[in-house]
């Protein structure tokens, strides 16, 4: 076998043995909260670790060698258990190096005497971004809720456990709670011990409201109902008024189409942590309501209340030629759209219609009215497809002038000869005539309006003629 197949089954080794010691963890959280004493106390080794790193982040330096002793050494000699028992049932090749690398890192853990990435003080705890790995901003969770975020390497006992999000004793702030996703929504969120609250649909009222949440949770914004671009100036206004709160605010954006641009927009912005919900409109709404909460509180960011709405995954929408929509009424590129101050913006391809400029989205941009905008998109296709022609109306029908060296003809008349007889010419689309026959007679001086121009004969042969 390669090198490489070794260092893939080595890395899944590794990876499986940092998964059996986070439900050693989950079974130790659990005796914490256990009535029996006996269990409370075998519980209590864990503690230990929770008391060098508090819920506010702050390390304690009277328990630091404790925190070796408790937490960092049964830790490594779990999954150095782990990987004996693997043994068993798998190669030496792939055992070992999976075990070389677990006392690679447990030994740079002793070197800093507990205070690895994962466990530092911080003034504030960003954004944790989707990811499949434990970055030390979704580790830092767990010390601010000990009873979630449990995963310490792998998010895969989180999303067994739902312990991958926590919506318990938070508030959520809800607009759209007329909708039938809303009430279905606020149900189930409800059930899951969040506290729900209806909010205006408005930029100003929503950033009063907004706030930077509890010690321990931030608030949450759940917008339902809304298009992309007024989902986006409700975004930013939540997030700003939140302002740099302790723990970063959290957005869910109910999608029932056209939202797609919100999705790639924000999913990795380190301001707040997104949650996309797709919805299929004519589905029964409670059971999405609840198939989504479930999966928001296994962490997932991509939420689908039917499988069919995973048809509609935005990372599935074409790009390029076939951009994907933003909204019932998206910008088409070289429109522009007005903020408060008059100030005309032109929309730029690859942001999808959904990003604001960051001056006006902090001041609350106002969209215009959505017939207003179509009004104007259809004025500008017709002008481009008519190459800068004037509209339709504004510009009369006029008779073609003869430059001033060429003679008037009359209608149904050929040009004037050089002696200054006229010379008949036929017109093939004339009534009853044809090629050679001269046509009705009319007031010398004029031409009929949109009738052919006759060829000009040359002067040498009209001369030539007039000879014979």
């Known amino acids: 076998m390669s090198w490489i197949g070794v260092a893939a089954g080595s890395l899944a080794v590794f990876l499986a043995s940092t998964v059996a010691f986070d439900v050693v963890h989950a079974v130790l959280h659990g005796m914490m909260r256990s009535r029996v004493r006996l269990l409370q106390a075998v519980g209590g080794l864990h503690g230990v670790h929770h008391r060098f790193l508090d819920r506010e982040l702050r390390i304690h330096e009277e328990w630091r060698r404790a925190n070796l002793l408790c937490h960092v050494i049964p830790e490594y000699l779990t999954?150095?258990?782990?990987?004996?028992?693997?043994l068993l049932a798998l190669p030496a090749r792939f055992?070992?190096?999976?075990?070389a690398l677990e006392t690679a890192v447990f030994l740079a853990i002793l070197r800093v005497r507990g205070s690895d990435l994962n466990h530092r003080p911080r003034a504030r705890v960003p954004a944790y971004r989707p990811h499949l790995f434990c970055l030390p901003e979704y580790h830092a969770l767990h010390h601010v809720q000990p009873d979630a975020y449990?995963?310490?390497?792998?998010?895969?006992?989180?999303?067994?456990?739902r312990t991958g999000a926590v919506l318990g004793g938070r508030r959520v702030l809800l607009v759209g709670s007329a909708t039938p996703a809303g009430r279905a929504l606020a149900r189930a969120l409800a059930g899951a011990g969040a506290r729900v609250e209806p909010a205006p649909a408005e930029v100003a009222s929503l950033r009063q409201l907004a706030g930077p949440g509890g010690p321990h949770a931030s608030d949450v914004l759940l917008l339902t109902g809304c298009p992309a671009a007024k989902a986006a100036a409700l975004l930013e206004a939540f997030v700003e008024g939140a302002g740099s709160g302790w723990l970063a605010p959290e957005v869910a954006v109910v999608d029932a189409g056209g939202c797609g641009a919100l999705y790639r927009r924000y999913l990795r912005d380190p301001r707040l942590v997104y949650r996309h919900l797709l919805w299929v409109e004519g589905e029964p709404p409670e059971r999405q309501a609840w198939r989504a909460v479930d999966l928001w509180r296994r962490g997932f960011h991509l939420l689908a209340g039917s499988p069919a709405a995973w048809l509609r995954h935005p990372r599935l929408r074409p790009r390029g030629g076939s951009r994907p929509s933003v909204g019932p009424h998206e910008p088409e590129p070289g429109d522009r759209r007005e903020a408060p101050d008059g100030v005309g913006h032109e929309y730029e391809e690859g942001g999808g219609g959904a990003e604001l400029e960051p001056q006006h989205a902090a001041a609350g941009l106002q969209w215009e009215d959505h017939e207003e905008l179509d009004r104007r998109r259809r004025e500008a296709h017709?002008?481009?497809?008519?190459?800068g022609a004037e509209p339709q109306g504004q510009r009369e029908e006029q008779p073609e002038q003869p430059p001033e060296d060429q003679p008037r003809v009359e209608p149904g008349r050929g040009q004037l000869g050089m002696d200054g007889h006229p010379e008949r010419v036929a017109h093939a689309g004339a009534p009853g005539g044809h090629h050679g026959q001269a046509v009705d007679e009319a007031p010398e001086g004029t031409r009929r309006i949109g009738e052919a121009q006759p060829a000009q004969r040359?002067?040498?042969a009209t001369a030539a003629r007039r000879k014979r």
Not at 150 to 161: N, Y
């Open 79 to 86: 999954q150095l258990g782990f990987g004996a028992l693997l």
């Open 95 to 99: 055992v070992v190096p999976a075990v």
């Open 150 to 161: 449990l995963s310490s390497w792998v998010r895969v006992l989180d999303a067994l456990l």
């Open 382 to 387: 017709e002008q481009r497809a008519g190459h």
């Open 458 to 460: 040359h002067p040498h």
